[in-house]
């Protein structure tokens, strides 16, 4: 098991030091933190008793386990391993933005469809509100670790393919943030627009400005 930085984003409410979160960490499982946590802190851990050197040899042993069957200490030029043959080319290409877009499709599940309310009747007559900043925002859309320079050719937002779709939609935020709701200035016209509306939909969740790796939401 590894993690980014694992140890060190969570370990101040169960340790009392960095040192002993080290120890606690490999004794959990978390073999690999992938981060200098460990480099840094599992030498004082182990010449302090918090942990053996036997549980950091078996943790060892099964990084480089697996890192061996990957192919990663074999030759370039030799190696049979088909991931050393992909090329900057290949990373963010068409097809494997097509393949991304599937993927994202198929694992999309409904967990409740109490009164049978989906499908939605395809009739455009129907008046929907859409409530919530998460359905006008394309970056609530993306991970933390979306890159930059990636051209997001499937990024738009559910407002605007409803309206591409030629839908009849109200728009309303209700609130700027989606979390903590600081002011309540947009409820209102959120509610007069679900009131209106044959069918809300409300956008729920969080998105990678509140909290993302290495960074945990406080509230």
């Given at each position: ?28 499982g ?48 030799s190696s ?46 129907t ?76 956008f ?16």
């Open positions: 098991m590894g993690a980014g930085d694992a140890i060190d984003n969570n370990h101040r409410s169960i340790s009392a030091n960095e040192t002993e979160a080290a120890a606690l960490g490999l004794i959990a978390v073999d690999l933190d992938c981060g200098p946590y460990y480099m840094n802190h599992l030498p004082a851990a182990v010449a302090q008793g918090l942990v053996s050197e036997a549980v950091v040899d078996a943790a060892v042993q099964r990084v480089l386990v697996h890192q061996f069957r990957l192919g990663a200490f074999d030759p370039l030029e049979t391993n088909p991931y050393d043959k992909i090329t900057l080319e290949q990373v963010g290409s068409g097809a494997h933005a097509e393949l991304a877009r599937e993927a994202a499709i198929q694992s999309m599940c409904l967990l409740k469809n109490d009164g049978k309310l989906l499908p939605l009747a395809k009739a455009k007559a008046k929907l509100a859409f409530l919530g900043p998460h359905a006008n925002s394309s970056t609530a859309l993306l991970g933390n670790d979306y890159p930059p320079g990636n051209a997001p050719i499937y990024r738009q937002t559910p407002l605007v393919a409803a309206q591409r779709r030629g839908l009849t939609v109200a728009y309303e935020p209700g609130c700027a943030d989606g979390l903590s709701c600081a002011t309540t200035t947009g409820f209102a016209a959120a509610v007069a627009a679900a009131r209106a509306a044959d069918v809300a939909i409300v729920l969740g969080i998105s990678s400005a509140f909290e993302n790796e290495g960074h945990d939401r406080t509230y």
